[in-house]
């Protein structure tokens, strides 16, 4: 079967990322195009990772010049402009990275042109391919975990990361940029919640020059029927480390995630409480694109359609709306 021509805007560090998996799949995707804004970014790009690939400078360009049937988008969350909307119209299908806007109108207008157009979505939301979290999400599908009751996440890392992300009208924040991941898996696991209360706050890098965002926070995401989720994060724990992992209290389970592809869950509604251990190494960027591929392929639907990114952004953006508020926030 003929590899997709695949173009990648922005060329940034998750480009990098999805460009390897790109190369390692050879027969499925063929590398045509790069824009950045960025003449020598994209230009080292290019030499890096497909000589033979057109480049540009403006995004409009490279639709106007080069045919795409999939488009990766890896820009900041500020930096999107008209680029869904110009897939959309010229039947590209899109990965796009979280979040996928900064506002909830401009999330859901992506939805609404990429939905009517017909073009396959999948939001980066790579922890939803987890092999951990794969296996739970068939044991739950099974009747073999019961209904959750208590869901905790939490996201720590110490990094001052670029000089966009600290600023709060760029990135929209750290929960709305990057703890975005532990509120769109306890959406996946447990449905869609009904309120949020949150309390967010700037405690140890008052005197770094515009960091703006919060770096401490506390969630409660409360659902239908009293179910509720805790979120923490902070960006001021161990230097150089990136911890991700949450625990589920279910019914008649309760897991232990070291993170999407490691787990322990202890079935606690069988005599002596027997325990499941799920250790993996799978590269869960590249299950997404092959689920996107697959559906592509097949007319399937993606595991993370361009609806899921816009729920899950409402869902932080509520969260800070409260923090700002010091008041639940109904959704």
């Known amino acids: ?18 460009a390897q998996i790109a190369l390692d799949l050879p027969d499925d995707v063929s590398l045509v195009a790069f824009s950045d804004r960025n003449d020598w970014k994209v230009r080292d790009f290019q030499a890096k990772y497909a000589p ?33 909307a110009l897939a959309a119209e010229r039947g590209v299908h899109i990965l796009i990275e979280k979040p996928i ?17 017909g073009v396959k979505t999948q939001v980066g939301f790579m ?46 924040g750290q929960v709305v940029e990057q703890v975005i991941h532990m509120f769109d898996l306890m959406r996946y696991l447990m449905g869609d919640p009904v309120s949020v209360y949150s309390r967010q706050t700037n405690l140890f890098h008052q005197d770094v020059p515009d960091y703006t ?3 401490v926070s506390a969630t409660i995401v409360n659902f ?14 161990i230097p150089g480390k990136w911890i991700n992992d949450y625990r589920v209290v279910a019914q008649r389970l309760t897991a232990d995630f070291q993170n ?12 002596d409480n027997p325990v499941i251990t799920i250790e993996s190494s799978r590269n869960f960027r590249q299950s997404q694109m092959l689920d996107l591929i697959s559906a592509i392929r097949t007319g399937g ?5 361009m609806s899921e990114g816009a729920k899950s952004l409402d869902l932080v953006l509520a969260a800070r709306r409260s923090s700002e508020i010091r008041a639940e926030v109904a959704l």
């Not at 805007?9 to 998750?14: I, V, Y």
């Not at 409009?60 to 999107?80: K, S, V």
């Not at 999407?260 to 005599?271: H, S």
């Not at 639907?301 to 359609?305: D, H, I, L, W």
Request: net charge negative; with cysteine.
């Open 224 to 237: 239908k029927h009293g179910e509720m989720g805790v979120v923490y994060a902070t960006n001021n724990a």
């Open 1 to 18: 079967m003929t590899p997709l021509r695949t173009g990648i805007l922005g060329c940034g560090g998750f480009a990098h990322v999805h």
């Open 213 to 215: 965002i919060e770096d």
């Open 301 to 305: 639907v993606t595991r993370t359609p």
């Open 127 to 172: 922890f939803r391919f987890g092999e951990a979290v794969e296996r739970f999400k068939a044991m739950q599908a099974a009747g073999d975990t019961g209904a959750i009751g208590l869901m905790s996440a939490r996201y720590f890392c110490n990094a001052l990361h670029a000089p966009w992300w600290r600023m709060r009208e760029k990135s929209g």
């Open 101 to 117: 806007a900064l506002a909830s109108d401009d999330a859901w207008r992506m939805v609404e042109v990429t939905e009517r157009a």
């Open 52 to 84: 033979e690939a057109a480049i540009f400078t403006d995004h409009h360009d490279m639709f106007e010049q080069t045919d795409l049937d999939l488009l990766i988008i890896a820009l900041p969350p500020y930096g999107h402009t008209d680029e869904v």
């Open 260 to 271: 999407a592809n490691t787990a322990t869950f202890t079935q606690t509604d069988k005599p």
